[in-house]
């Protein structure tokens, strides 16, 4: 019996490529099924591009100073990701806001990790201010992407408790281990066919995702 081909994915990241790695990693692992058909970033020295390049992924980088404006620099991105073939688009430490008319085609297809407890903390500097409120807990999110900047549809969460002396550095250190372990685990779900995107709305095998589902040692598990 034929298999059938694993979904293609596009990945958007701005920095060192740590979530991508993770999903490199994963899929090396046999424990993402997916192929993926592109890296772009907006930063033509991102260490994702790098990390893209030694796994023979195809790279592509485009210059936000060579547009005229935002929504000209996304046509022309999100032309090129459509080119790629790619059917999923993970935004894994992607720094730019997306305009919404490039968004709109996307909208079901596209995840993103966000490193706070959304809807805590939409946008930057998430560790910080989770110290500044006194939060005793902290955490990542990944969501399904909307023209809501951060604003999406929440599909799984990690949590860590926040020490009383954490620094900022410290604190995104230590989630960014359990980043690297959600990231692929929500990819899979939509790769495997048990997430799904269903009357503008998560579904969960068949059924609404009403909350996130949380990570926990042995994988994700539904909130209780
Ligand atoms: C990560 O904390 C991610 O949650 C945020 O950007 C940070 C860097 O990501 N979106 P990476 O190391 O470049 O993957």
């Known amino acids: 019996?034929?298999?059938?081909?694993?979904?293609?994915?596009?990945?958007?990241?701005?920095?060192?490529?740590?979530?991508?790695?993770?999903?490199?990693?994963?899929?090396?692992?046999?424990?993402?099924?997916?192929?993926?058909?592109?890296?772009?970033?907006?930063?033509?020295?991102?260490?994702?591009?790098?990390?893209?390049?030694?796994?023979?992924?195809?790279?592509?980088?485009?210059d936000p100073r060579s547009y005229p404006d935002r929504p000209a620099f996304d046509r022309d991105l999100f032309a090129r990701i459509a080119a790629s073939g790619a059917q999923w688009l993970v935004l894994a430490g992607y720094m730019r806001i997306i305009d919404g008319a490039a968004l709109a085609p996307w909208v079901g297809r596209m995840i993103n990790i966000h490193p706070s407890l959304l809807p805590k903390y939409p946008g930057l500097h998430t560790h910080r201010r989770a110290l500044r409120a006194g939060d005793r807990e902290h955490g990542a999110s990944v969501h399904f992407v909307t023209a809501e900047l951060d604003g999406g549809p929440l599909i799984a969460q990690a949590r860590i408790?926040?020490?009383?002396?954490?620094?900022?550095?410290?604190?995104?250190?230590?989630?960014?281990?359990?980043?690297?372990?959600?990231?692929?685990?929500?990819?899979?779900?939509?790769?495997?066919?048990?997430?799904?995107?269903?009357?503008?709305?998560?579904?969960?095998?068949?059924r609404p995702l009403l909350a996130p589902l949380l990570l926990a040692e042995r994988g994700l598990q539904a909130a209780e």
Do not use: C, Y
């Open 161 to 206: 408790a926040v020490g009383a002396d954490d620094s900022e550095e410290a604190l995104a250190q230590r989630l960014l281990p359990l980043e690297h372990r959600l990231l692929p685990a929500v990819l899979n779900l939509l790769a495997v066919g048990r997430l799904q995107w269903r009357d503008d709305a998560p579904q969960l095998d068949g």
């Open 1 to 62: 019996m034929m298999s059938t081909p694993p979904p293609r994915v596009a990945v958007l990241a701005s920095g060192r490529g740590s979530n991508l790695a993770a999903l490199l990693d994963a899929r090396a692992r046999g424990e993402l099924a997916v192929e993926f058909v592109l890296v772009g970033s907006d930063k033509a020295d991102a260490g994702a591009l790098r990390l893209a390049e030694a796994a023979n992924i195809p790279t592509l980088a485009l």
